[in-house]
């Protein structure tokens, strides 16, 4: 029964990462500058999961690795005195789609809520299990 819970635990912390992840991306979605404050723009996220447990137990979900979206950059007109424009006035913007990322963002939240209401059922069957044995 507790394995039950590790398993509905694990796919909890994997799909928060996963809203973490998805989090970032809407957040830098305009973002054209890297840390150091070089012209690099953000490449989305991406998480990959695997089954198992990182400790190596069959059962449950981890993330695997967090990915760099290597698709091309959007490449926006901004006029041929902009700073960062190209000779033909476009600009490289980051490839970041807003509503991609609320598809994602709800399929993660339905999947964290189904994990949430599996953890209830488990703690429930415990529940009737120990009154049970008492």
Do not use: C, W
């Given at each position: 029964?507790?394995?039950?819970?590790?398993?509905?635990?694990?796919?909890?912390?994997?799909?928060?990462?996963?809203?973490?992840?998805?989090?970032?991306?809407?957040?830098?979605q305009?973002?054209?500058?890297?840390?150091?404050?070089?012209?690099?723009?953000?490449?989305?996220?991406?998480?990959?999961?695997?089954?198992?447990?990182?400790?190596?137990?069959?059962?449950?979900?981890?993330?695997?690795?967090?990915?760099?979206?290597?698709?091309?950059?959007?490449?926006?007109?901004?006029?041929?005195?902009?700073?960062?424009?190209?000779?033909?006035?476009?600009?490289?913007?980051?490839?970041?789609?807003?509503?991609?990322?609320?598809?994602?963002?709800?399929?993660?939240?339905?999947?964290?809520?189904?994990?949430?209401?599996?953890?209830?059922?488990?703690?429930?069957?415990?529940n009737?299990?120990?009154?049970?044995i008492?």
């Amino acid at each position: 029964m507790f394995g039950a819970l590790d398993i509905s635990t694990s796919a909890l912390v994997a799909q928060r990462t996963r809203l973490n992840v998805i989090s970032a991306n809407l957040a830098n979605q305009f973002s054209v500058y890297d840390d150091t404050g070089a012209y690099n723009p953000y490449r989305r996220r991406d998480v990959v999961f695997e089954a198992g447990s990182a400790d190596g137990n069959p059962g449950g979900v981890h993330v695997k690795e967090i990915l760099v979206d290597r698709a091309p950059l959007r490449s926006v007109y901004v006029g041929e005195g902009h700073p960062l424009a190209d000779e033909n006035g476009n600009m490289n913007m980051p490839n970041v789609d807003p509503m991609m990322e609320m598809v994602n963002a709800v399929e993660a939240s339905r999947a964290y809520e189904a994990n949430i209401t599996a953890v209830e059922a488990t703690k429930s069957m415990l529940n009737s299990a120990i009154r049970l044995i008492a």
